[in-house]
């Protein structure tokens, strides 16, 4: 079975500090990997996924993540956080094809300015 | 830009009764899933729909639960009877390939 683990469950920054939410999962075969973003009162939006190819990967908003296939990890980083990236972020993975995407528990950013 | 739209986005309802959420997936895709998340909880999966049928279920969706796409335009979820427990958002999904799926705004369903 898949599962997702998100080590931070809430985490307050000031802006323009650095973010690093930590994701690990559990799965037995090849993975498909996604951040999701959930702003207050909206629906969960792709920050970014990886596929295949090129470890690092970037998304939306400054975000990139990297997929460390030996440790089973893929971090979620931005180099300066803003206000307005406070919401609730979630780590997702799936297998190939269409099967169900399975979530981790979130990590909720709070950004002070 | 498309979007996956649900509604109502919020329904109460009295416990034991029958509530059916609406979602409108977008139009060309074929893959349609129901997530729900319990305040405070993770997003859990509970079923995918593909070719008018289910493909996937979680030990969540039992008999109270059933979907339907009734007329090839909405995509419904149905709770027989509902009960507490069952309060929660739930959150609709299509897809039209496997790289992403998109994620309706969801409805808030609170059983009292």
């Known amino acids: 079975a898949q599962s997702v683990s998100q080590h931070n469950h809430h985490v307050i920054l000031s802006e323009a500090a650095s973010l690093e939410l930590g994701c690990n999962y559990s799965?037995?075969?090849?993975?498909?990997l996604f951040w999701y973003v959930q702003y207050p009162g909206q629906h969960l939006q792709l920050l970014l996924k990886?596929?295949?190819?090129?470890?690092l990967v970037k998304g939306i908003k400054g975000f990139e993540a990297e997929f460390i296939k030996s440790k089973f990890s893929f971090n979620l980083r931005k180099p300066s956080v803003q206000w307005s990236d406070t919401a609730e972020y979630f780590c997702?993975?799936?297998?190939?094809?269409?099967?169900?995407?399975?979530f981790g528990t979130g990590t909720k950013l709070q950004v002070i300015p | 830009e498309p979007e996956v739209t649900q509604t109502p986005s919020h329904q109460v309802t009295q416990m034991g009764q029958e509530v059916i959420l609406r979602c409108v997936p977008i139009?060309?895709?074929?893959?349609f899933y129901w997530y729900r998340q319990i305040l405070g909880q993770k997003v859990e999966f509970l079923v995918s729909?593909?070719?008018?049928?289910?493909?996937?279920k979680s030990e969540i969706f039992d008999d109270q639960f059933s979907v339907e796409r009734p007329d090839g335009s909405n995509f419904t979820l149905k709770i027989r009877s509902t009960k507490l427990e069952d309060s929660a958002m739930y959150f609709c999904?299509?897809?039209?390939?496997?790289?992403?799926?998109?994620f309706g705004q969801g409805t808030r369903l609170t059983v009292v």
């Open positions: 999904a299509s897809r039209d390939s496997p790289t992403e799926a998109f």
């Open positions: 799965y037995g075969g090849t993975v498909n």
């Open positions: 990886y596929f295949s190819g090129d470890p």
């Open positions: 997702a993975v799936s297998g190939r094809g269409y099967q169900k995407v399975t």
């Open positions: 139009s060309n895709h074929l893959y």
């Open positions: 729909f593909y070719n008018n049928e289910i493909s996937e």
